[in-house]
């Protein structure tokens, strides 16, 4: 499973971004797709998961209520769409995608066994 990942970039504080994973290769293998960002100097953190097939959705609570995660199956798509951002939302957003969809162990990296490179969301003042 290759995953391409697009839609960073920079935005005021307040303001709005989508981000978008395109999933290609063996992707009927995937039951879970994530979002997982990076900011500098700090360890990767989980954002948001969702099951492929049943729609489950996961969010971390820094996010919640601001971001939305959600899928295009006809696409192979995850989108994760980001409201009211703030400036400690900056980071590097990386998507990742799991043959398992596990609550439990969706936080942790360890988990994904496939990632996309990285696409930096930049929140300014």
């Known amino acids: 499973v290759q995953l391409q990942a697009s839609g960073g970039g920079l935005v005021q504080a307040g303001g709005s971004l989508r981000l978008s994973c395109a999933a290609s290769?063996?992707?009927?293998?995937?039951?879970?797709m994530g979002w997982f960002r990076q900011a500098p100097g700090q360890e990767r953190e989980f954002v948001a998961a969702?099951?492929?097939?049943?729609?489950?959705?996961y969010y971390a609570d820094s996010v919640k209520g601001r971001f939305t995660i959600s899928r295009d199956n006809a696409k192979n798509t995850a989108y994760l769409q980001m409201n009211s951002l703030k400036l400690e939302d900056t980071a590097v957003y990386s998507c990742?995608?799991?043959?398992?969809?596990?609550?439990?162990?969706?936080?942790?990296?360890?988990?994904?066994?496939?990632w996309g490179q990285g696409t930096l969301v930049t929140v300014s003042s």
């Open positions: 990742a995608a799991d043959p398992a969809f596990s609550i439990p162990t969706m936080a942790n990296a360890w988990h994904w066994d496939y």
């Open positions: 290769g063996r992707t009927f293998s995937i039951e879970a």
């Open positions: 969702i099951s492929w097939r049943g729609g489950t959705i």
